[in-house]
């Protein structure tokens, strides 16, 4: 069997194990075997058979959690589950499952120490250890001062009064689902500080492996060296891929083919490592670069996956048996034969009359004539016009203004700016859209006449070619609204115009289309329909459209 074949089957049979122990506890047939013949046999009390049932159940649990790390290789989850199964086999002694259950959980830890070479992945740095061992003694704190408070303050009317010590070991003994010398008028009473113990207990152990499992999200950056090397393979091949500048991103990491030839540039982000675009460089050398990525991956248990591919980076990508799903089209002007004449240009002809009769007048300057101050004004502005706290834009955003080569527009009216529009190079003969910002108050019209303005004059700055916004899933809007079209693309339009009230998707496209450009597809690369959904996630928050709760991301951090 395969290492890969090897990992699937220990996955599937951890889940298995660990759904079967939670059942063994939870299903009341079950329980009733709780004073089980072994139990009888070692002569043990029945408070260790309901300390084995709680070991049993968090196990159980904790198996089935360990699976999703199983799969991805990591190294620390296959020695939690490795201690899971064996507590788990000394627990059924409590029971009267050691014949069953017991059993499969010796032969589950038999086949991860036989199979321990599969599981390679690093865990989160020394961060992640320490985290888990601080949140678990806080539990254990947390449930040890409430039960104390609860049993110091109940009147004599519900338990025998208690010493000190004993208050303190009946608190403890609730941790681990035991009891202790309390002894309770009121059965409420007892099973309310029972309840509590477990429940911090159990949180305890869950919370802490949450921490030890959880994958390593390094903060990312660009050093100033890795950013002089990418900019070797832009300047040698920059005019392939439109969204290549953006690869210059501080919040990435970068990973080079052997040869230095070419480059992939990732962000990690709940779990995945999200690359953006194509490889940089000589597309000769990108499957050395995307093997190293892929190394990286494997080493630290991260799910891989690019974003917004061209059909060549796509084809590249999956030789390495990743799936491809096209997400939508990249807007390109040729500006050679750009014009606002004809009939279908005449919405863009009308806006860029109107704006210019309200007063507005257009500048469109390379970043090096700005100086110091302007281009912080500028700056100062674009954050203020944004709408959000989050910057959005991944694939196709650079995260910050004036770098060598790039262009702006700007829209003023009256001395005052109120519209402003950022490129960055695309080789030497072509500008890539980054920022589109304009004043909430300012006259609609505005970003049309920045892109005609710019389009119009791009001839006497030596470009060619302008490549404009996203336009996500635009094929399916088209289809679903074609005469004749059928119910699942009807469907597939419906529910692409309800996104649209939080998610500018149709409203890109039909900004975008306004200016006839040639629509080039683009692809999202992931590993299977299993990792969709935490790849989906990553690429949301990437993008800053959504992705994880940032109050619980604060919380846990915390």
């Known amino acids: 069997m395969t290492g890969a074949a090897s990992v699937a089957a220990i996955t599937w049979v951890t889940r298995l194990v660990g759904v079967v122990a939670v059942i063994s506890v939870v299903v009341p047939a079950g329980r009733r075997g709780m004073r089980g013949h072994v139990a009888e046999w070692l002569e043990l009390p029945q408070d260790a058979s309901t300390a084995a049932a709680a070991v049993v159940l968090v196990s159980g649990v904790l198996l089935i959690l360990l699976a999703s790390g199983l799969r991805r290789r990591k190294r620390r989850a296959w020695q939690l589950a490795l201690a899971a199964s064996v507590l788990l086999a000394l627990s059924h002694l409590g029971l009267r499952h050691v014949m069953g259950a ?26 992640g250890k320490w985290r888990a061992v601080r949140v678990f003694l806080q539990l254990l704190v947390a449930g040890l001062v409430i039960n104390f408070a609860m049993l110091s303050f109940a009147p004599h009317s519900v338990l ?50 949450y921490f030890l499992l959880r994958s390593a999200e390094p903060a990312p950056h660009l050093s100033e060296a890795d950013k002089g090397k990418l900019r070797e393979l832009l300047d040698q091949h920059g005019e392939r891929d439109s969204l290549g500048y953006f690869a210059l991103r501080d919040d990435k990491f970068v990973v080079f083919s052997k040869t230095g030839k070419a480059a992939v540039t990732y962000r990690v982000i709940a779990g995945a490592a999200v690359a953006s675009a194509d490889p940089l460089g000589d597309s000769e050398a990108w499957p050395g670069a995307i093997e190293e ?45 750009f014009t606002l004449e004809g009939r279908v240009m005449r919405g863009v002809r009308q806006a860029v009359s109107r704006t210019k009769r309200a007063g507005y007048k257009v500048r469109v300057r390379r970043a090096e004539e700005l100086g110091d101050g302007e281009l912080a004004e500028l700056e100062a502005l674009a954050t203020n016009w944004r709408g959000s706290e989050t910057e959005r834009g ?68 030596g470009v060619k070619y302008v490549s404009l916004n996203f336009a996500a899933f635009r094929k399916l809007m088209e ?23 939080w998610i500018q998707i149709e409203t890109l496209y039909r900004f975008n289309a306004k200016f006839q450009p040639d629509w080039v597809p683009r692809y999202l690369v992931f590993p299977g329909v299993r990792e969709l959904p935490r790849v989906g996630v990553a690429v949301f928050e990437a993008e800053g459209l959504g992705g994880r709760s940032r109050w619980l991301m604060r919380m846990l951090q915390r």
Do not use: Y
């Open 479 to 501: 289809q679903g609204r074609r005469i004749g079209a059928g119910p699942v693309a009807r469907i597939s339009a419906k529910v692409l115009g309800w996104a649209s009230h």
């Open 293 to 337: 990525f892929l190394e990286v991956c494997r080493l630290h248990g991260w799910v891989p996956a690019a974003m917004g591919c061209s059909e060549l980076g796509a084809t590249v990508w999956s030789r390495f048996h990743l799936d491809v799903l096209e997400i939508g089209d990249e807007a390109v002007v040729n500006a050679e034969t």
């Open 102 to 127: 017991g059993l499969v959980s010796v032969a589950l830890a038999v086949t991860l120490i036989a199979n321990r070479r599969h599981f390679i992945a690093q865990p989160d740095p020394v961060t």
């Open 160 to 209: 025998e009064p208690l010493s000190f010590q004993d208050r303190l070991g009946e608190s403890a003994l609730a941790l681990l689902g035991l009891s202790g010398p309390a002894v309770f008028h009121m059965g409420w009473m007892d099973d309310l500080t029972m309840s509590v113990g477990l429940l911090f207990g159990l949180g305890a152990v869950l919370v802490a492996a």
């Open 394 to 461: 991944f694939s196709m955003a650079l995260g910050r203004m004036g770098d060598p080569g790039s262009v702006l527009v700007t829209a003023e009216q009256g001395g005052q700016t109120r519209g402003l529009l950022q490129f960055v190079p695309w080789g030497k003969e072509g500008l890539s859209l980054d920022v589109m910002r304009r004043d909430r108050s300012a006259d609609n019209g505005v970003n049309e006449l920045m892109i005609s303005e710019l389009l119009l004059a791009a001839r006497e700055h």
